[in-house]
């Protein structure tokens, strides 16, 4: 049974950081790529950035570019994303979502086969 497992998230100020991990099971990681989704309020969950099977290649999404970063270790079954200079409308549940896919790497929520539960992150202003 595939679990996908998020942690990391909280509460911080506007232009600080914080981490998310996705801690995988229940599948052969390094075959699949992974992505990390949010959701806010009221809103669709939208893409936030993703990752290729081997790290070698990322994709994100406008909102984030250049704040976030995308990692991966295949040998600890986790996804990181590393979350810089954040923003009050960075506030949603993020999920980690897992893509049985090569390339390219996909932007839409109904291309990923398993999902994490999710971890709120709320930026304060």
């Known amino acids: 049974q595939v679990q996908l497992v998020e942690s990391g998230g909280g509460l911080v100020q506007a232009g600080g950081s914080l981490r998310l991990s996705c801690a995988a099971s229940?599948?052969?990681?390094?075959?699949?790529?992974m992505g990390w989704f949010r959701q806010a309020p009221g809103k669709e969950r939208e893409f936030v950035a993703a990752?290729?099977?081997?790290?070698?290649?990322?994709l994100y999404a406008d909102a984030v570019k250049g704040r976030f970063t995308i990692s991966r270790d295949n040998a600890k079954n986790t996804v990181y994303l590393q979350m810089n200079s954040l923003k009050p409308e960075d506030t949603a549940v993020y999920y980690c979502?897992?893509?049985?896919?090569?390339?390219?790497?996909?932007?839409?929520?109904?291309?990923?086969?398993?999902w994490g539960q999710g971890t709120q992150v709320t930026v304060s202003s």
């Open positions: 990752i290729s099977r081997s790290g070698g290649s990322t």
């Open positions: 979502a897992a893509d049985y896919t090569v390339l390219p790497l996909r932007r839409r929520a109904v291309e990923y086969d398993a």
């Open positions: 229940g599948l052969t990681f390094n075959t699949y790529a």
